[in-house]
């Protein structure tokens, strides 16, 4: 069964900061990994998918990357701004299956 | 272009009642998968539709049970409703041609509170 973990589970951090956000994986066997961005009480927003071939995505002050062989993904938020506060969601496709494994999420909050 | 659009967006319930979701996939879509997010929890997946058959299901009840319509719009329908049924239900909708190479689309979810 594949777990997904996230490491930190919340994190506050200034305006202008960079930070990182870690998300791990139990079974390699993974077809791509999706972030997603969740406001309170609201739906996903897809942010970045890497399919299980790439190391890497980037969109705009956001890059993720992935090393599948030892079971990890890394978030990074460039010069982070109040606007970015919400929780942050990791997600798996196993190879075989049609259900993406969630992780808890990291709640970020940027203060000005 | 209409997004993934979910009805009601908060339901109270009494324990052991009956309660139906719905659901209308972004313009495109075929595919309709159902999730539930408890409160500081991920989401866990329910089901995924697709041609108007239940094409997967997770590790929840039969009191757990769907539907899709020739439209692709779907229904999530949960019976003898119970407390741990409280949660944040989402829906996601996809191209069968795309279900797993593309980012999935949320809607903005149902907010289910059982009393």
């Known amino acids: 069964k594949q777990e997904v973990t996230q490491i930190p589970a919340a994190l506050s951090v200034p305006e202008g900061e960079n930070l990182v956000l870690n998300c791990s994986f139990t079974?390699?066997?993974?077809?791509?990994l999706q972030w997603f961005r969740q406001d309170p009480g609201k739906g996903l927003t897809s942010l970045l998918l890497i399919q299980s071939s790439q190391r890497e995505q980037t969109s705009g002050r956001l890059n993720a990357s992935l090393d599948k062989s030892s079971g990890r993904s890394t978030l990074y938020i460039a010069a982070s701004q109040p606007g970015d506060s919400a929780t942050y969601l990791c997600?798996?496709?196993?190879?075989?299956?049609?259900?993406?494994?969630f992780g808890k999420g990291t709640s970020l909050l940027v203060t000005p | 272009d209409a997004g993934v659009t979910q009805s009601p967006t908060h339901l109270i319930k009494t324990r052991g009642q009956q309660v139906t979701l719905r659901c209308s996939p972004k313009s495109g879509h075929d595919t309709v998968s159902w999730y539930q997010q408890a409160l500081g929890q991920g989401p866990q997946f329910i089901f995924q539709y697709y041609e108007e058959e239940e094409r997967q299901r997770g590790n929840f009840p039969d009191r757990f049970s769907g539907h899709q319509f020739p439209n692709y719009s779907s229904e999530l329908n949960v019976n003898a409703l119970l407390l741990g049924d409280s949660a944040l239900y989402l829906c996601?909708?996809?191209?069968?041609?795309?279900?797993?190479?593309?980012?999935?689309?949320f809607g903005n979810g149902t907010r289910l509170t059982v009393t």
């Open positions: 079974d390699s066997a993974i077809y791509n």
């Open positions: 997600a798996v496709f196993v190879d075989s299956g049609y259900a993406l494994n």
């Open positions: 996601a909708s996809s191209s069968i041609d795309h279900t797993r190479a593309s980012p999935l689309h």
